[in-house]
């Protein structure tokens, strides 16, 4: 199984910072990486596909990079409605697994 | 506008049966891979497995020998069960449709159904 690491678990930020989470696959997974956005209590919803492609309707201050096993997901400028967790996740081979989350809050 | 909506019973007692279904809504049933994605309470993310239009299915290995997912084309929709559960299959369990957009994603989830097991 391919593994997907996320750092930090958790942060604390306030409304306006640049925020940036990584995830680290244990091998190579190219560009088959896709971002997550869980707020409490709702399903998770996409934001990022292919490492970098911007799901529809999802506001150009999130962002992603990267390929290979280093991926990152950045938000330029943190908006109140951004306070939730996100979740990497790797679609190269099956099982299908996803990191363990990082949990942003308010500072 | 596609939606999902999972059904089915919010408890069940240890060794027995999960059966959950998913009802699709608003899009097309074909090209696409359904899947089954849990939750424990206050973890992470596990996906349990998918069917694809064409009736094949994948499912993740620590879980395979407890996993059927079925597709009913004729009603719009899949269906999971999880034999000889235990009180670690307590979770969230939601429904998702996998499209593969240059790579495979889940763009449409479910709202979630809470399974807890317990006696």
């Known amino acids: 199984d391919i593994q997907m690491t996320q750092s930090p678990s958790s942060l604390s930020a306030s409304v306006g910072d640049r925020v940036t989470i990584t995830c680290r696959a244990n091998?190579?997974?190219?560009?088959?990486a896709n971002w997550y956005q869980q707020k409490s209590g709702i399903a998770p919803k996409l934001l990022i596909y292919?490492?970098?492609s911007l799901q529809s309707g999802v506001p150009s201050r999130f962002s992603g990079s990267g390929s290979g096993t280093d991926f990152t997901l950045t938000i330029s400028s943190l908006q109140p409605e951004d306070f939730a967790t996100y979740y990497c996740q790797q679609s190269y081979s099956t099982p299908l697994t996803f990191g363990g989350g990082t949990k942003v809050e308010i500072k | 506008q596609v939606r999902l909506q999972e059904s089915g019973p919010g408890l069940v007692k240890p060794s027995e049966t999960l059966s959950l279904t998913c009802t699709i809504s608003?899009?097309?049933?074909?090209?696409?891979?359904w899947s089954w994605i849990r939750q424990p309470p206050g973890k992470g993310l596990e996906w349990i497995g998918y069917i694809d239009y064409s009736g094949t299915t994948n499912y993740n290995p620590s879980l395979n020998s407890r996993v059927i997912i079925s597709l009913d084309t004729s009603k719009d929709q899949f269906s999971l069960k999880l034999s000889s559960v235990t009180a670690a299959d307590t979770a969230i369990y939601y429904c998702?449709?996998?499209?593969?957009?240059?790579?495979?994603?889940?763009?449409?989830w479910g709202q979630g159904s809470l399974v807890t097991v317990s006696s």
């Open positions: 998702a449709r996998g499209s593969r957009v240059v790579i495979p994603l889940f763009d449409y």
């Open positions: 292919a490492a970098s």
């Open positions: 091998q190579s997974i190219a560009n088959y």
């Open positions: 608003g899009g097309f049933i074909g090209s696409y891979y």
